[in-house]
């Protein structure tokens, strides 16, 4: 049996660990929270965008523009990846299901790869990727602002020819305990997409200056709700799955600190009965 | 009594203004456009400029960015990335950014989209300039 001394330092440094996971569960908690929040009073926003883009679709279904070209004849179609992760571990499964779900989804010869998270972009490059790291200007943070940036990047990359294709790939959290690594194509755009909503009919009639000006415009703005929605979504999943596996952690700490008390209790205990019959011992003796 | 209709005014940060108005004024691409009750349908793309919200005969000034206004006989609604009240605005800010834009342009460092982007920054900042000395 260890002797108390050693015990007692492992105590406290299990009580220590604890009381960082703890910390971290708390702060994983709020971030959460905030985060939810900004999503929330971002959502009509969006879901307006993308009602004036039904609506467009109605009124002109015949409308060619650039961003509905799917480039089927072309060959070597580039594809484009958004990869988003957290920027670092202690999250449980996080990461990990993320990059098992890019590397299924990515083709890696005709593939470029855009990473967000440090966990994700290392994989990328350690693992021989097309990886292109400068294309957010300034430090990734979620906001509209970033997705703006991040939309208006890949759309010019799309127009140019650079890539045919723009898949994203984040974490869905689709349940409380459940979540689940997605990705979905974002570009080029698919008019389906536009013709599910059929319910609500609204007439719009005229368009100023024109119809492809004004859904040029929306097609942006769409594209970074899309961009927002992904974003945010991994960004929720990335502080509950940390705090889940800060729970844990704590939770861990407290029964093993338990279990070290009983031991340590144990062999103070021990140690004391050893001195007493040490004592009736050498009283003994004296007699 | 001017007749009403709904109006709101939607930004990514959240439902900036909501309510029964009498009219409205912005500028689209093509000129300055005002709005009062029963318009007909019309999705316009605006342009920076300044917002006159108008309601109980009183009139109240807004910044708002490129962004769409929808007219439907239900409801009046301008998207945009941003928005501000007149009173809200750093004035000063605004000016410095225009001029640090200029210069950008006139350096002639910029190419062809950086020019678009200055262009569209400097009557962003202009359009501020405009409503914040508005009351």
């Not at chain 1, 279990?259 to 340590?264: A, E, G």
């Not at chain 2, 009062?36 to 009183?58: G, M, N, R, S, Y």
């Amino acid at each position: 049996m260890a002797n108390t001394r050693e015990i007692k330092s492992r105590i406290k440094g299990v009580e220590g660990t604890k009381k960082i996971t703890k910390a971290m569960k708390l702060i994983a908690a709020s971030k959460l929270k905030k985060a939810r929040e900004m999503h929330e009073r971002t959502l009509p926003f969006f879901k307006h965008i993308r009602e004036i883009m039904i609506d467009i679709m109605k009124c002109t279904p015949d409308m060619k523009l650039v961003y509905f070209d799917k480039r089927e004849k072309k060959e070597n179609r580039k594809k484009g990846y958004i990869v988003i992760s957290s920027d670092t571990g202690l999250n449980g499964g996080y990461n990990t299901n993320v990059i098992k779900e890019a590397v299924k989804v990515i083709d890696k010869e005709n593939g470029v790869v855009f990473p967000i998270g440090n966990v994700i972009k290392n994989y990328m490059i350690k693992n021989g990727y097309n990886v292109v790291t400068d294309f957010i200007p300034g430090r990734y943070t979620v906001t509209t602002i970033t997705a703006a940036d991040i939309a208006k990047h890949m759309l010019k990359l799309f127009k140019d020819g650079e890539i045919d294709e723009l898949e994203i790939v984040y974490t869905e959290m689709q349940s409380v305990m459940h979540l689940v690594p997605n990705s979905i194509k974002l570009l080029p755009l698919d008019n389906k997409d536009f013709k599910i909503m059929e319910t609500g009919m609204r007439e719009v009639l005229d368009f100023e200056p024109s119809a492809e000006v004004v859904f040029e415009r929306l097609t942006n703005q769409y594209l970074q709700g899309v961009l927002y929605g992904g974003m945010v979504e991994s960004f929720v999943s990335e502080h509950f799955a940390r705090m889940n596996a800060m729970d844990s952690a704590t939770s861990n700490a407290e029964k093993v600190s338990k279990k070290l008390t009983l031991d340590y209790n144990r062999a103070r205990q021990q140690a004391i009965t050893q001195e007493i019959s040490e004592i009736i011992g050498g009283a003994m003796n004296l007699k | 009594m001017q007749k009403t209709f709904k109006f709101e005014v939607v930004t990514p940060t959240g439902i900036f203004y909501e309510g029964d108005v009498s009219y409205i004024k912005f500028e689209a691409e093509n000129g300055e456009m005002g709005i009062l009750a029963d318009h007909a349908p019309v999705l316009v793309a605006t342009k920076p400029c300044t917002l006159t919200i108008e309601k109980d005969k009183k009139q109240k000034y807004a910044f708002i960015s490129e962004g769409f206004i929808e007219v439907t006989p239900q409801k009046v609604s301008i998207v945009t990335d941003l928005a501000d009240w007149s009173s809200d605005i750093d004035e000063e800010a605004a000016i410095k950014a225009k001029r640090i834009a200029e210069e950008e342009l006139e350096s002639g460092a910029a190419d062809a989209s950086r020019k678009t982007e200055l262009k569209v920054s400097i009557e962003r900042a202009s359009a501020r300039i405009k409503t914040s000395g508005l009351r």
